[in-house]
C-alpha cells in the first residue's frame, strides 16, 4: 500500500541536493523495482521534475534501469555504499567486543553477517584458536542460498521478492548438500521461519556446520546475522544447538547498540 502522504511530506521543500537523497530514502525502503509513474503517485512530484531526478541518479550509478526500461531498483554505487557503511560502522568496535566474547564462550569461529544483493556478506569476524579451521576474513562474500544466515535473510522476505532475488542468483552446487532445487529451498526457508535459527549443514564448504540466528530490529526487517562456524569433526548439529543462547544473547546485544548508534545519529 502506498503511503502517499509520507512519500510527499519527505519531498517538501529542501535543495535539489536533499530531494534526491529524500527520493533514494522512498525508493530504498521498498522490496520491490520502482516505476516513474509509482513513485508520481507516492511523492507528488510533476513527472518530468521526477524523471529528471531519476537520471540523475540512474547516471551516477545509485540507481540502475532494468531490462525492461521501466522499473528502476538499486545500483552497485549505492549497494557499495551501504556495505562500506555496514563494514565501517561506528558502533563496530562495540560490536566486534560482543563477538569476540561470543567466540570466547563457545571457543569456535564467529561471524557478523548481512544481506548484499544475492549474497551474504561478512562484516566482523573472530577466529577460534584450535589448529583446524576455516578461514574467511571481513569482506568475504558467500552465496546467500548456501548460508546459514543467507537463509535467515531470505526467510524474512515475501515468497514474491525472495523469487525475485533467487531468480537472479544461480542456485549454484557446491557440495552434496547443497540446495540446487527451488522448492527445495522454500521448504528448508519455511523450516527456518518456524524455528528461529538456520543451519548450513556443509552446504558451502566440505566439513564446515554453520549455525546463525538474526540480530533483532524494532522495524521487523534485520540485516544483520550472527553465527558461529566449525568442522564437522568437532561440532555436530545437536552440539551446535547448545551454543543457540549463547548466539541469541549476543544477537540481542548487537541489536541493542546498533538501535543505540541509529538513536545517536538521528
Same mark, same amino acid.
Given at each position: 500500500m502506498i503511503n502517499?502522504?509520507?512519500g510527499?511530506?519527505?519531498l517538501? &521543500? $529542501?535543495?535539489?541536493?536533499?530531494r @534526491?537523497l529524500a527520493l533514494? +530514502?522512498? !525508493?530504498s %525502503?521498498?522490496?520491490q523495482f520502482?516505476t516513474l509513474?509509482g513513485?508520481v503517485?507516492?511523492?507528488?512530484i510533476?513527472?518530468?521534475t521526477?524523471?529528471r ?12 534501469r532494468?531490462a525492461d526500461?521501466?522499473?528502476?531498483s538499486?545500483?552497485a554505487r ?5 556495505e562500506?557503511?555496514l563494514l565501517?560502522?561506528t558502533v &563496530? $568496535?562495540?560490536?566486534?567486543?560482543? @563477538?569476540a566474547?561470543?567466540g +570466547?564462550? !563457545?571457543g %569456535?569461529?564467529?561471524?557478523i553477517?548481512?544481506?548484499?544483493g544475492g549474497?551474504?556478506l561478512y562484516?566482523?569476524r573472530?577466529?577460534?584458536p584450535?589448529?583446524?579451521r576455516?578461514?574467511l576474513?571481513?569482506?568475504?562474500r558467500v552465496p ?11 526467510a ?9 532475488l533467487l531468480?537472479?542468483v544461480?542456485?549454484k552446487k557446491f557440495?552434496?548438500?547443497?540446495l540446487?532445487d527451488?522448492?527445495a529451498l ?7 521461519k518456524?524455528q528461529?535459527y538456520?543451519?548450513?549443514d556443509?552446504?558451502?564448504l566440505?566439513?564446515?556446520?554453520c549455525?546463525a540466528v538474526?540480530?533483532s530490529?524494532?522495524?521487523?526487517v534485520?540485516?544483520?546475522g ?7 569433526m568437532?561440532?555436530?548439529?545437536e552440539?551446535?544447538?547448545a551454543f543457540l543462547?549463547?548466539?541469541q544473547r549476543?544477537?540481542?546485544a548487537?541489536?541493542?547498540i ?7 545519529s538521528?
Amino acid at each position: 500500500m502506498i503511503n502517499t502522504k509520507a512519500g510527499r511530506h519527505r519531498l517538501e &521543500g $529542501g535543495t535539489p541536493t536533499q530531494r @534526491l537523497l529524500a527520493l533514494l +530514502e522512498v !525508493i530504498s %525502503e521498498k522490496d520491490q523495482f520502482v516505476t516513474l509513474q509509482g513513485l508520481v503517485e507516492e511523492t507528488g512530484i510533476p513527472k518530468p521534475t521526477l524523471h529528471r531526478m531519476l537520471q540523475q541518479l540512474e547516471s551516477s550509478g545509485m540507481l540502475q534501469r532494468e531490462a525492461d526500461g521501466r522499473h528502476y531498483s538499486r545500483g552497485a554505487r549505492l549497494r557499495r555504499l551501504a556495505e562500506n557503511l555496514l563494514l565501517n560502522d561506528t558502533v &563496530g $568496535g562495540a560490536r566486534h567486543a560482543i @563477538l569476540a566474547s561470543l567466540g +570466547e564462550e !563457545i571457543g %569456535e569461529s564467529c561471524n557478523i553477517t548481512a544481506l548484499s544483493g544475492g549474497e551474504v556478506l561478512y562484516l566482523d569476524r573472530v577466529e577460534t584458536p584450535a589448529p583446524l579451521r576455516f578461514y574467511l576474513q571481513p569482506g568475504s562474500r558467500v552465496p546467500v542460498h548456501c548460508s546459514a544466515s543467507g537463509k535467515l535473510f531470505l526467510a524474512q522476505m515475501a515468497p514474491a521478492q525472495r523469487k525475485r532475488l533467487l531468480a537472479d542468483v544461480p542456485l549454484k552446487k557446491f557440495t552434496h548438500n547443497t540446495l540446487t532445487d527451488f522448492n527445495a529451498l522454500e521448504l528448508e526457508i519455511e523450516a527456518v521461519k518456524q524455528q528461529g535459527y538456520a543451519f548450513d549443514d556443509e552446504e558451502f564448504l566440505p566439513g564446515l556446520l554453520c549455525i546463525a540466528v538474526l540480530a533483532s530490529n524494532p522495524n521487523g526487517v534485520s540485516n544483520i546475522g550472527v553465527a558461529m562456524q566449525a568442522p564437522i569433526m568437532r561440532v555436530t548439529r545437536e552440539q551446535a544447538l547448545a551454543f543457540l543462547p549463547a548466539l541469541q544473547r549476543a544477537a540481542e546485544a548487537i541489536a541493542a547498540i546498533c538501535q543505540d548508534g541509529a538513536s545517536t545519529s538521528s
